[in-house]
Structure formats: structure tokens, C-alpha cells
């Protein structure tokens, strides 16, 4: 190929990433204007399902997250770890959404949400805790986890522009190893948008 071909592609290609003004929309949703959100809430756990021999309830749960949104949808990320040191049983359960697909309602000072989350939890006081074990994909393994599904609702305060308040409402199931559970839980929390 001759020199003049790589010119005439050069000159194609400064084109290109110079055409368009302040009024070209975004190609891609991570080149949009939106806000990102980081939080850290606690509350409480409830198993609707039995965990014996592990108590049903877990008066601690602590969390943090982070979320992007564009408009009125959210993506957002947790990872939460419930216990309580003081059952009969040892309470220690980690719980991470993978995704938690969300839409706020409407903006304002108030913003209340919905959300629906794909996660993956494990008993960290069942029968065995590791993934990897044997037997762990096994009805008999006692109060385990695995892949859950979150339906969940709640809202967000605004305090000033940046910093938040979070109330969040949520039920979840979990099954594929050990026992199918189900929870709900309530959390609160403080958070920062930017």
C-alpha cells in the first residue's frame, strides 16, 4: 500500500473523533452523564424458611455498595455479611449481588426505588463452606446458600446534593446448594452521590 492510503485514512480517522459538538449524544452509557453512588447501611434478617439447627433470625447485618445511575435507571453492586454472635447457633452469613437491576420512581430530595438482584450467598456456619468441597450441592448440607434472587424496595433521602440517606426493604431466595431459604431483611444506612 502507498503512502497516500494512510493519509487519507489519517485524515478519515481525525474526522471522526473531532466530528460533533456539545449537541452528539453519547455512544456508550458509561460516556453519559450520570451519578455514582457509594453506601454502607446495617440492619436485621429474617429467615422465613427453617435453618435449623441455626436460628432463623440475625439481628446484624452490615453492607456496602455501590451504584451508577443514568436517568432513572441504576446499576448496583453489594456485598453484605449478616451474623449474630449471640444465637445458640452461630449466625455468619456472606451475601453479595452480582447485579441489582434498579429504578427510582421519580428525582428529588426523595427518590424511592425498586430493585431485583442476582446474587450468590454462602452460610459461612453451615455444615461446609466452601464452594469447592464435596457434598456441598447436596440437600443434607443443612443451612447453606447459593444463587439468590432479591426483590427489593426502598428510597433515598437527600440530605444535601452529594450525601444520602437509604431505607431498603428487601426479600430474597436462595437455593442450588444446601437448603432453599428465604429471608427478609430491612437495612438503613448513609451514602454518597457524585
Same mark, same amino acid.
Given at each position: ?5 494512510? /493519509?487519507?485514512?489519517g485524515? +478519515? ?5 473531532t ?9 456508550y452509557?458509561?460516556?453519559?452523564d450520570?451519578?455514582? &453512588?457509594? #453506601? @454502607?447501611?446495617?440492619?436485621? %434478617?429474617? #429467615? $422465613?424458611?427453617? *435453618?435449623?439447627?441455626?436460628?432463623? +433470625?440475625?439481628?446484624?447485618?452490615? !453492607?456496602v455498595?455501590?451504584?451508577? *445511575?443514568?436517568g432513572l !435507571?441504576?446499576l448496583a #453492586? *453489594?456485598?453484605? #455479611?449478616?451474623?449474630?454472635a449471640y !444465637?445458640?447457633?452461630?449466625?455468619? +452469613? ?9 429504578r427510582l420512581w ?5 427518590r424511592p426505588? %425498586? /430493585?431485583l438482584? $442476582?446474587?450468590?450467598?454462602?452460610? &459461612?456456619?453451615?455444615? %461446609?463452606?466452601?464452594?469447592g468441597?464435596?457434598g456441598?450441592?447436596n440437600?443434607e448440607?443443612?443451612?447453606s446458600a447459593g444463587?439468590?434472587? @432479591?426483590?427489593?424496595?426502598g428510597?433515598? &433521602? ?8 437509604? +431505607? ?12 432453599t ?6 437495612n438503613?444506612?448513609?451514602?454518597f !452521590?457524585?
Amino acid at each position: 500500500m502507498n503512502v497516500t492510503f494512510f /493519509r487519507i485514512l489519517g485524515v +478519515f480517522l481525525a474526522l471522526s473523533l473531532t466530528h460533533g459538538g456539545a449537541e452528539a449524544k453519547p455512544t456508550y452509557p458509561e460516556m453519559a452523564d450520570g451519578e455514582s &453512588l457509594f #453506601w @454502607t447501611e446495617s440492619g436485621a %434478617t429474617q #429467615w $422465613l424458611t427453617s *435453618r435449623g439447627p441455626l436460628t432463623d +433470625f440475625a439481628p446484624v447485618s452490615l !453492607a456496602v455498595g455501590y451504584g451508577h *445511575r443514568i436517568g432513572l !435507571a441504576r446499576l448496583a #453492586w *453489594r456485598i453484605q #455479611w449478616i451474623t449474630d454472635a449471640y !444465637a445458640d447457633g452461630p449466625v455468619s +452469613f456472606l451475601h453479595v449481588d452480582f447485579l441489582s437491576v434498579e429504578r427510582l420512581w421519580f428525582e428529588g430530595s426523595v427518590r424511592p426505588f %425498586t /430493585r431485583l438482584a $442476582l446474587g450468590v450467598g454462602l452460610d &459461612l456456619a453451615g455444615d %461446609t463452606v466452601d464452594l469447592g468441597s464435596d457434598g456441598y450441592f447436596n440437600e443434607e448440607n443443612g443451612a447453606s446458600a447459593g444463587l439468590s434472587l @432479591t426483590l427489593g424496595t426502598g428510597l433515598d &433521602l437527600m440530605l444535601t446534593d452529594h450525601v444520602f440517606m437509604r +431505607f431498603d426493604i428487601a426479600g430474597r431466595m436462595h437455593g442450588g446448594a444446601g437448603k432453599t431459604g428465604l429471608s427478609a431483611a430491612f437495612n438503613g444506612g448513609v451514602g454518597f !452521590a457524585y
